[in-house]
Nanobody, 117 residues
Framework: QVQLVESGGNLVQPGGSLRLSCVAS????????MGWYRQAQGKQRELVAR???????NYADSVKGRFTLSRDNPKDTVYLQMNSLKPEDTAVYYC???????????WGQGTQVTVSS
């Protein structure tokens, strides 16, 4: 059974930082490109950042220079370091895993990030 378990979401003040973690189980982690998406209330889910099996990353323009995505293959975990958070970063953040051959996707249950004073 595939599971992606996110953690690290919280309430934080503007300008603050959070680190989200996503631990995968039930998959061969090194076969998967990993990503974080977010969905704000009333809006569509959007890509935040992705990291390939080889470690190449891409980011949404809105988070470039503030967010850093990394992966630890031995721990089957990806991390999203979020700095200089803004109120518009408020959303539910979802972890995604995509098999690089089949393109089959798996999703986590989401973790809430709220940026507010």
């Amino acid at each position: 059974q595939v599971q992606l378990v996110e953690s690290g979401g919280n309430l934080v003040q503007p300008g603050g930082s959070l680190r989200l973690s996503c631990v995968a189980s039930g998959i061969t982690f090194s076969f998967f490109d990993m990503g974080w998406y977010r969905q704000a209330q009333g809006k569509q889910r959007e890509l935040v950042a992705r990291i390939t099996r080889s470690g190449s990353t891409n980011y949404a323009d809105s988070v470039k220079g503030r967010f850093t995505l990394s992966r630890d293959n031995p721990k089957d975990t990806v991390y999203l370091q979020m700095n200089s958070l803004k109120p518009e970063d408020t959303a539910v953040y979802y972890c995604n895993a995509e098999n690089f051959i089949s393109k089959r996707n798996f999703w986590g249950q989401g973790t809430q990030v709220t940026v507010s004073s």
